[in-house]
């Protein structure tokens, strides 16, 4: 029998792939009560978002494949670089120059199974 996996994704995320990592990393293989805990208590501005996504995984997982909220853990979570195409900014340099400045997005999933 395989095992059910429920998944949510955020797209477009206006936050650095490197900042939303450190908190993924935080609940990789965790409980989702446990997870939810961790989130709501850390001071990071990626939790935000990362435990709207969780309380969304969840819900998946409740109403899409009737799995047992309570026997749920963190089995994937990871983020991918999104585009950096629109958000262009322009910095002043030396000699009238002007740098770059790339604003960053994400893509951030998160996979739930259940526990034997």
Partial sequence: ??????KAYLKQLRMTPRKVKIVLDLIRGK???EAAA???????IACEPVLKLLNSA??????????????????????TPGIMKHM???????????DRILKRTSHVTIALAEKN
């Fill in 1 to 6: 029998m395989e095992q059910k996996i429920a």
């Fill in 38 to 44: 961790i989130l709501k208590y850390t001071n990071k």
């Fill in 58 to 79: 969840i819900a998946n997982a409740d109403h899409n494949f009737g799995m047992d909220v309570e026997k749920l853990y963190v089995s994937e979570c990871f983020v």
């Fill in 31 to 33: 409980n989702v009560a």
């Fill in 88 to 98: 262009k900014r322009m910095r002043p340099r030396a000699k009238g120059r002007g």
